[in-house]
T-cell receptor
């Protein structure tokens, strides 16, 4: 399995500010994903980030609000910009492994964001 | 990817088997059934997956019906630590796209 760490694990931020979440993987992976999980809800994909190319955003998510960097095969960042209380969620980094069984998708522990 | 339907919640007594159903009547021939769970405040955890044969690992068993339109995840001896939301997902195994999560089943294991 892939071991994924995220920083910070949680934060409380003020409206209008930005927060950058870091995701580190213990091995090189091609596909990285960022999800949002609003309180009491299931996971929703924000974007797919491949190294060396622009992130692909899902409907309802835009680059200006959620810029993503993917500088190498083990690291990515997601920034939540100009935050509002509606951005209070858990943000999860995930990777997809296709080079070893069971070719699964693994998730980081998440970053719990509260916007006041 | 095919859509899945799961009951929103289930209870199970500690030490008993927990049987979590999933309907996926529109599954296509090359789609696998995956199960993940999410314990409160943690990231989802892979449990098991299968194509058409029953599968078993150290965590659970997966029973897929012959027509592949439904499946059951079995936790043979549920413990309090198995309390979580369980997600059934259908997708092509080597598809590089992400996992799409539904609402899942909230399993509560009671002492």
């Amino acid at each position: 399995s892939a071991v994924i760490s995220q920083k910070p694990s949680r934060d409380i931020c003020q409206r209008g500010t930005s927060l950058t979440i870091q995701c580190q993987v213990d091995s090189q992976v091609t596909m990285m994903f960022w999800y949002r999980q609003q309180p009491g809800q299931s996971l929703t994909l924000i974007a797919t980030a491949n190294q060396g190319s622009e992130a692909t955003y899902e409907s309802g998510f835009v680059i200006d609000k959620f810029p993503i960097s993917r500088p190498n095969l083990t690291f990515s960042t997601l920034t939540v910009s100009n935050m509002s209380p509606e951005d209070s969620s858990i943000y999860l980094c995930s990777v997809h492994t296709t080079d070893r069984f069971p070719y699964e998708q693994y998730f980081g522990p998440g970053t719990r964001l509260t916007v006041t | 990817d095919a859509k899945t339907t799961q009951p929103p919640s289930m209870d199970c007594a500690e030490g008993r088997a927990a049987n979590l159903p999933c309907n996926h009547s529109t599954i296509s021939g090359n789609e696998y059934v995956y199960w993940y769970r999410q314990i409160h405040s943690q990231g989802p955890q892979y449990i098991i997956h299968g194509l058409k044969n029953n599968e078993t690992n150290e965590m659970a068993s997966l029973i897929i019906t012959e027509d592949r339109k439904s499946s059951t995840l079995i936790l043979p001896h549920a413990t309090l630590r198995d309390t979580a939301v369980y997600y059934c997902i259908v997708r092509v195994q080597y598809n590089n796209n992400d996992m799409r999560f539904g609402a899942g089943t909230r399993l509560t294991v009671k002492p």
